[in-house]
């Protein structure tokens, strides 16, 4: 929109170029207009009056135009301070809605008591600040010599009480992260891979990371977290280290 502005501007520019142009060539055509007619010497008193009016026409025309060219550069120069502050602006909202702290989710685990305390206090803490969508919290466990991430606690999860999810090491993006102890993160999740369901509607969000809790190296659990808008460096981060406070919480 600026571009077109500027442009705009520079046709003034060359517009009024031509008319200055042009007014300088017409009076000198019309002050040599009595020669070409071979007019006899005394009709100037008579050509004074349209001289004046002609030269004072063309004044007005070019202080007319030069006052227009000036308001449209400040016009111009307003709305890109306009749009420079408009910018400045959802960068501070942005870094705004960025502020998120581990001392809120260190206070939550302080206050818990027991394993299925920790893990839900845990993540509702981490869910409310990176504004996640949905989220959940696996614990490994192992049977007949197989190891699981078996889920243990979910935020705007719509489940059974006695439904039993759980991923074999390896098995599924969970598995993945569970037997390397690597974070993983996607940010274009297959419609319908995961679904929120609320009493408006259900829609499916696009970004998922999934981090370990680990401790002295071994992983103990998983933490999921899916969002509708993406999930930035700090978050990610963040994120991270509340798993790490998770972990040693329950450690």
């Keep these: 929109m600026i571009g077109l502005f500027n442009d705009r501007y520079k046709i003034s520019l060359l ?8 007014a300088g060539v ?14 006899a010497r005394g ?6 009056k349209v001289y004046l009016v002609i030269s004072l026409t063309f004044l007005i025309g070019a202080i007319s ?20 502050d408009s910018l400045a602006q959802q960068e501070a909202a942005a870094s705004g809605k960025s502020t998120i702290s581990l001392e809120t989710v260190k206070a939550s685990l302080e206050q818990t008591k027991g394993e299925k305390q920790i893990l839900q206090a845990g993540l509702h803490a981490i869910c409310k600040q990176v504004d996640a969508g949905q989220g959940a919290l696996y614990r490994i466990v192992e049977e007949d010599g197989k190891r699981f991430a ?9 489940l059974a009480e006695s439904s039993v999810i759980r991923f ?12 390397s102890g690597n974070t993983l993160y996607v940010d274009d999740v297959p419609e319908g891979y995961i679904k929120i369901v609320s009493g ?40 991270e280290e509340a798993a790490q406070l998770i972990a040693d919480k329950i450690s």
């Design 15 to 22: 517009l009024a170029s031509l008319f200055l142009l042009g």
């Design 200 to 239: 408006l509607g259900s829609a499916s969000p696009k970004f998922l990371l999934i981090t370990a809790l680990k401790k002295t190296g071994q992983v103990q659990g998983i933490l999921e977290i899916a969002s509708f808008s993406p999930i930035n460096e700090d978050q990610r981060k963040f994120v």
């Design 150 to 158: 078996e889920l243990k606690s979910g935020y705007a999860l719509n």
């Design 65 to 84: 135009l030069a006052n227009a060219l000036r308001y449209k550069k400040e016009v111009i120069v307003f709305r890109d301070r306009k749009l420079e």
């Design 168 to 179: 074999e090491f390896g098995e599924g993006l969970i598995g993945q992260a569970a037997a």
């Design 43 to 48: 009709f100037e008193p008579s050509f004074l």
């Design 26 to 39: 017409s009076v000198y055509f019309i002050y040599s207009l009595p020669g070409s007619l071979n007019l």
